[in-house]
């Protein structure tokens, strides 16, 4: 997966404007810069027993610069100053308006009015500014067109005296939408499609994820978040770790592998991920840092990234349960029902001797929440684990969370077992303090291998794919359950066989009794290898999943199929391209094994206001290291002609 270990420089986004300042100051000052081969005879797993409540950890204290931090940095990309003693902080936006944010290296602006600062510009907008506690913040209206023009900033005050002046390109956050690859007839219909995040020198996988409210969208990758309309149109975007700023512990500067997801029951979009040191942790027992960081937003309708529409919480990862360990955590899954809030996670080894990936999975951990206690605002609740062992010695082990679109009093989990494929169903019931997990093994019989590499042109090496496991959260809608995970047909040495897609249909009405499988297909005829998928499903039975395609003669592209409800069991239309790839996939991290990883999971959600599709995926572009852009598709569920 897409660890801290991948990343070389921190991320670098799309440029949406830039500013030159020149600046003369009459007083200056200096502010602070601041295969075990055992198999249980039974369909049915022991139930973990109930797990201790942890107490809440302290509330994490925010600083003035926490609280700036929610303006987005990367809008200064590319700007150069004359004078150090202004630095442009970047741009946020506030309703209506936009802020760009500059700081000012001289003492007692706290102090100063309003109405000693002169403003001139030749700008055709209606501009404002406001003086802050480190500077000044010019005010441009969300609406204002594109422009290039100059604002120049005096103090009159003789004490609190400066002077500089700001090169404007302002541009809007556009919605970069795409042209529709051409239609396969027969398929399912792409309503529309637009750009997502890229890459722009982030060295790892995007990990991306959507989820959508009646009105907009979430969009998640390991390197920010957005909010965008679901015309495309951009909202707001912070770094990851800039949004998570109220939540993450001192000295975890690194967010990654975010899980997002709307619930309609609460009308809140919930999103997890965990935060932890850049770069590989030297910690002994009690001393390692990795904590579970969580944001639910206060409405169906945020408007921003910030306080004002969200609510922030965290908690340890280094403890299972109340024992301290030796690991940090990743790969965070969340699963919301009625009464709780539940996240997956795969604790990674910090023992002396291990690798960064490396012999990371022993067991895997449910961490629940109790979810009125979130939503009143609670930045430390109390929480309960469960730990599975992982049933294997030679596989991965993780468990994948199920999307809950309807309502639900549990929150269902699944995992594969890489000995045999075998699956097994979880669900946590209750919540805290007295929530119960329990796993049922699904009887049915396939035969699978696990995924190790994947070809693509030359002179690219083969695309690492992180092995048998599930990349994207399930779905359940009503009685059933959805998902659909990666495999080969047999085994075989590294790059040597194609991947394939297996889907499934689960009736899950008589839980706790072993589910039934209603229907499965294998995707996929051997010319091309499918990897990263995500699905979604309707509560009539219409299915859609969204998946990178990638072989000899084929760069990694964005393809998604589906299926209607009347369909033949076990079918699907044909599969269509969301965006075709245009380069070879070069992300080679030496410091992982040497891996070349293109991603680990891509997003797929449904829209609460008609049960139509939505998907995000990548697809490799041009770049000398580890590029890629992520496209947002939306599909409805009629057929092209």
């Known amino acids: 997966m897409s660890r801290h270990g991948e990343h070389g420089a921190m991320p670098m986004p799309r440029l949406a404007s830039s500013v030159l300042i020149t600046a003369f100051f009459l007083v200056a000052g200096c502010a602070a810069q601041p295969t075990d081969s055992n198999r249980p005879e039974s369909s049915v797993v022991a139930t973990v027993a109930r797990a201790t409540v942890v107490p809440p950890l302290p509330t994490p204290v925010r600083t003035e610069d926490a609280a700036s931090a929610y303006v987005d940095p990367r809008i200064c990309r590319g700007t150069t100053q004359e004078q150090l003693e202004v630095t442009c902080i970047g741009r946020a936006t506030n309703g209506d308006t936009y802020r760009y944010v500059f700081k000012i290296g001289i003492v007692g602006l ?99 994820g959507v989820a959508v409210g009646p009105g907009l969208l979430v969009l998640t990758t390991n390197d920010a978040i957005q909010l965008r309309t679901k015309g495309g149109d951009g909202l707001a975007e912070l770094p990851l770790a800039v949004f998570f700023t109220a939540a993450r512990g001192p000295g975890e500067d690194y967010v990654g592998d975010p899980s997002v997801a709307f619930d309609p029951l609460s009308a809140r979009f919930f999103v997890a991920a965990s935060a932890q040191p850049l770069g590989r942790q030297q910690c002994a027992i009690g001393t390692c840092r990795s904590h579970l960081v969580l944001a639910i937003s206060r409405s ?166 992180s092995g048998l496991g599930f990349e994207a959260n399930l779905i359940r809608r009503g009685s059933s359950l959805w998902g659909v995970y990666t495999m080969r047909l047999g085994p075989g040495a590294f790059a040597s066989q194609p991947s394939y897609l297996r889907w499934f249909q689960l009736d899950i009405s008589a839980w706790p009794e072993p589910p039934r499988l209603v229907q499965q297909g294998l995707v996929g005829d051997g010319t091309a290898s499918l990897s990263f998928p995500a699905i979604t499903a309707t509560a009539q039975g219409d299915m859609a999943m969204v998946f990178n395609r990638v072989s000899e003669i084929e760069f990694a592209s964005a393809y998604y199929a589906g299926r209607l409800s009347t369909d033949l069991p076990g079918t699907l239309r044909p599969m269509a391209p969301l965006q075709i790839g245009t380069a070879v996939v070069n992300c080679v991290v030496a410091n992982v094994s040497g891996r070349n990883g293109f991603a680990d999971y891509s997003g797929a959600a449904i829209d609460p206001a008609d049960d139509t599709a939505w998907f995000v995926a990548q697809a490799a572009a041009p770049g000398d290291r580890c590029d890629w852009v992520t496209f947002v598709g939306h599909v409805e569920y009629r057929l092209n002609r």
């Open 110 to 208: 706290s102090t100063l009015p309003k109405s000693m600062v002169r403003m001139t510009t030749d700008c055709s907008a209606v501009l404002d500014f406001d003086i802050t506690a480190t500077g000044v913040a010019l005010l441009v209206p969300t609406s204002a067109a594109p422009a290039t023009c100059r604002v120049r900033f005096v103090s009159t005050n003789r004490s609190v005296s400066f002077a500089f002046t700001v090169d404007l390109n302002h541009a809007a956050q556009p919605s970069a939408r795409e042209e529709l690859p051409g239609a396969v007839p027969g398929a399912l219909h792409l309503a529309n499609a637009f750009r997502g995040q890229a890459s722009n020198g982030f060295a790892g996988s995007p990990d991306s």
């Open 300 to 465: 169906a309708a945020p408007s921003t990234l910030g306080s004002r529409d969200w609510l922030f919480s965290s908690s340890d990862l280094t403890l299972d349960q109340d024992t301290p360990t030796q690991t940090q955590s990743d790969w965070s899954k969340i699963a919301v029902s009625e009464r709780s809030v539940a996240v997956s996670v795969q604790p990674e080894s910090l023992a002396e001797g291990t690798a960064s990936g490396v012999g990371s999975n022993p067991s895997a951990r449910i961490r629940v929440f109790d979810k009125q206690r979130l939503l009143a605002g609670a930045t430390a609740p109390q929480w309960q684990d469960f730990v599975v062992q992982n049933p294997s010695t030679n596989g991965g082990f993780r468990f994948q969370a199920a999307t809950n679109i309807d309502a639900g009093e549990r929150a269902y989990f699944a995992s594969l077992d890489a000995r045999d494929c075998a699956l097994t169903v979880w669900a946590i019931e209750g919540t805290v303090p007295d929530a119960q997990l329990k796993g049922v093994r699904v009887p049915w019989i396939v035969s699978c291998a696990g995924t190790l590499g994947m070809v693509q042109p030359a002179p690219g090496v083969p695309i690492f794919e």
